[in-house]
């Protein structure tokens, strides 16, 4: 089955300690994103990535990094987290453009909250 | 900086009534997506509309996009309860369906 997934779905952490939410495709997509969504905000990019190695900011991409070594999978990283940054985050992935397709699969979501 | 708006951000409607979600974007872009999320779920592709005049029908959902408004609407037809979730509408920001810029969100609620 196609799909996108993320571990872990909740997270609850303390201001400051290192985490990493993980996420991996089998579509053999090249393109894949992080997401984060608040209330009455939608969903806000955070990070994408074109192929390995290459990634590029989204529009929030403040006290967060990623890293792409193998295509399948898109981790990510908050080195220091903070409450603000409590939320809903999703990963996506989609193919390249002209193969037909231009949906981007969402994974499940995860939910962190950091105190 | 691209903005999208959308309009209502909650809509309460009866069954069988009809209505529509706008969409408006602020900076020129062929491609929008529509997107469903029923509560505590992930978000669901409704449509992709790739281009200016688009009209797209699944259902009791029809889109449409016309880029030289920068306007996307998702018209509803006799709503029934099942409708009820959020619609976003997502902007494509490069051309190549991996940088979207989100509206809200509509909260819909059909009452039976």
């Known amino acids: 089955e196609a799909q996108v997934t993320q571990n872990p779905r909740y997270l609850i952490t303390v201001t400051g300690k290192k985490l990493t939410v993980t996420c991996s495709q089998n579509?053999?997509?090249?393109?894949m994103s992080w997401y984060r969504q608040d209330p009455g905000l939608g969903l806000r990019q955070i990070y994408y990535?074109?192929?390995?190695?290459?990634?590029d900011k989204g529009d929030v991409p403040e006290g967060y990094k990623v890293s792409r070594k193998e295509k399948r999978n898109f981790p990510l990283i908050l080195e220091s987290p903070s409450p603000n940054q409590t939320s809903l985050y999703f990963c996506?992935?989609?193919?390249?453009?002209?193969?037909?397709?231009?949906?981007?699969?969402f994974g499940p979501g995860t939910r962190l909250t950091v105190t | 900086e691209l903005k999208v708006e959308q309009n209502p951000l909650f809509l309460s409607m009866q069954e069988g009534k009809n209505y529509t979600i706008y969409c408006n974007y602020s900076?020129?872009?062929?491609?929008l997506y529509w997107y469903r999320q029923d509560p505590g779920k992930s978000l669901e592709s409704l449509f992709v509309?790739?281009?200016?005049?688009a009209v797209k029908q699944e259902g009791r959902l029809m889109a449409s996009l016309d880029t030289k408004a920068r306007l996307s609407t998702l018209h509803i037809t006799a709503a029934v309860h099942d409708l009820s979730a959020t619609y976003f509408c997502?902007?494509?920001?490069?051309?190549?369906?991996?940088?979207?810029?989100f509206g809200a969100g509509t909260i819909l609620r059909v009452k039976s």
């Open positions: 997502a902007v494509d920001m490069n051309g190549y369906g991996n940088k979207l810029v």
């Open positions: 996506a992935s989609s193919s390249l453009p002209g193969q037909g397709f231009y949906e981007q699969y």
């Open positions: 900076t020129t872009s062929d491609r």
């Open positions: 579509m053999n997509h090249e393109y």
């Open positions: 509309l790739l281009s200016n005049g």
């Open positions: 990535s074109m192929n390995v190695e290459v990634t």
